[in-house]
C-alpha cells in the first residue's frame, strides 16, 4: 500500500513507448464513469433536502466545486493507474495480444453476423410458438379463469408503447 501511495506522487510515465493505446483508452474508460457519477453527485447536491447542503449551495455553489474537484483528484489517480508498473505491465500485454488478433475480414464479419441475427430471429420465433401453444392449452383447460377481466383491464389502461413510457421517470 506504501508503494501505491508513492507512485502516486510520482510524475514518470512507466514504459513510455509500450502500451500507450491501452493505457490511454483505459484512462479514458475511467475518467468517463468517474465523471457520469460525479455529475450525478452534482444534481444529487443541487436536490438535497439537507439545511447544510442547502446552504453550501447558496453560499459557495458547493454542488460544483465539490464534484469538480473529486473529478480533478480522479483525473489524477487514475493518469497515475494506468501508469503503475504492475498494472502498466498487464496494460503492455494486452496490447501486445490484441496485437496478435487475426481479425475478421469485412465479408467475413457480415457473414456471421448474419449468421447471429438469423439464429436470434429464429429462437425468437419458436419460443413465440412454444408460448402461443401452451396460452392455447391453458386458456383450453380455463387454467386461468380471470383471463378476461385481465384483457379487459389491460385495454382499459390502454397498454401500448406511450403507457410503457409514460412509467419511467423523466419521459413524457
Known amino acids: 500500500m506504501n508503494a501505491f ?7 514518470g510515465i512507466y514504459k513510455r513507448s509500450q502500451g500507450r493505446i491501452t493505457r490511454q483508452v483505459t484512462w479514458v474508460a475511467i475518467a468517463v464513469v468517474m465523471a457520469l457519477g460525479l455529475w450525478r453527485l452534482s444534481l444529487m447536491l443541487k436536490a438535497s433536502d439537507w439545511e447544510l447542503v442547502k446552504n453550501l449551495n447558496k453560499s459557495s455553489g458547493f454542488c460544483f466545486w465539490l464534484p469538480g474537484g473529486l473529478l480533478a483528484a480522479t483525473l489524477w489517480i487514475a493518469y497515475r493507474l494506468v501508469n503503475v508498473p504492475a498494472f502498466a505491465d498487464f496494460l503492455i500485454a494486452v496490447e501486445a495480444e490484441m496485437n496478435k488478433v487475426s481479425w475478421p475480414s469485412r465479408a467475413e464479419l457480415v457473414r456471421a453476423s448474419m449468421v447471429v441475427l438469423f439464429t ?17 392449452f391453458f386458456d383450453f383447460l380455463n387454467v386461468f379463469p380471470h ?4 384483457e379487459a383491464a389491460m385495454a382499459g389502461l390502454g397498454w401500448g408503447w406511450k403507457t410503457l413510457l409514460s412509467v419511467i421517470p423523466g419521459i413524457s
Open 147 to 150: 383471463k378476461a377481466h385481465t
Open 5 to 11: 501511495i508513492q507512485e502516486l506522487f510520482h510524475a
Open 120 to 136: 436470434i430471429f429464429f429462437l425468437a420465433a419458436v419460443l413465440f410458438g412454444f408460448d402461443s401453444f401452451w396460452r392455447w
